[in-house]
């Protein structure tokens, strides 16, 4: 059976290959073809001149396609929206189910009567009001195609337990999971972590790290800094 994974993220792409910061073909492997036989991927690309190996992780494999869009200016993009379609429809034609990450491709995915999944794994309206001017102004309608998409949906995945609910609601059948996909990790880390900053010699730095991006607004990477400032006055 073929799935057929629909995700408006940009991806890297270095001669065939795409690259991810975190969907590797490893976590794709182990998330979804554990059910599929192979899947294919939609997307959109930035094609680079040097290789992103060790910068980013690979996402293709000999059962992991990806047939992208190439990425363009948000007026490009409205402009070939209805080509954007009709690549979208093409990778899907012979998809035995999709999944959907957002709503690209669920309007599509009822035209080809293929039963598909959403995932909610983010706000529409925080991410795209934390983006400036022109962000404000897209705000409100991804908001309403986020909404009216979910709500039409047969089956949705929430990552969180209630805040993505009671935004985007739905008709269909839901569930509550995670998205954060762990490596393996000795538990004796943490042990090892706290010691450390509690023996501490005198003067050695303290490094602290965030879980998250650096360029997304709404996770709030200013009040770290913030926070480092009132530490350092103190």
Not at 6 to 29: C, E, I, P
Not at 34 to 39: I, N, Q, R
Not at 108 to 135: M, Q, T
Request: include cysteine.
């Amino acid at each position: 059976m073929k799935l057929g994974f629909v995700f408006d993220t940009r991806f890297t792409k270095f001669n065939d290959n795409y690259y991810s910061t975190s969907l590797s073909a490893k976590m794709l492997t182990e998330r979804y073809l554990s059910v599929f036989d192979e899947m294919v991927v939609v997307g959109r690309y930035k094609e680079v001149s040097e290789n992103p190996k060790g910068k980013l992780v690979q996402c293709n494999s000999d059962r992991i396609k990806f047939q992208c869009i190439r990425d363009e200016s948000p007026l490009k993009r409205i402009k070939h929206f209805g080509s954007e379609n009709k690549q979208i429809t093409d990778a899907l034609k012979d998809c035995d189910a999709v999944i959907c990450r957002g709503w690209r491709g669920t309007g599509i995915s009822r035209r080809l009567k293929k039963p598909y999944l959403v995932e909610v794994v983010n706000c529409a309206w925080d991410a795209y009001w934390n983006h400036g001017f022109l962000g404000k102004l897209v705000a409100p309608i991804m908001y309403f195609i986020r909404r009216t998409s979910t709500k039409k949906a047969p089956y949705v995945i929430y990552v969180t337990n209630s805040f993505l609910q009671r935004r985007y609601p739905t008709r269909g059948k839901t569930v509550a999971i995670s998205n954060v996909a762990l490596e393996s990790f000795d538990e004796n880390v943490l042990s090892y972590r706290l010691n450390k900053i509690i023996n501490k010699p005198a003067g050695e730095k303290i490094r602290i790290g965030t879980a998250a991006a650096v360029d997304v607004a709404f996770k709030g990477q200013r009040f770290v800094i913030q926070a480092l400032a009132k530490l350092k006055a103190q």
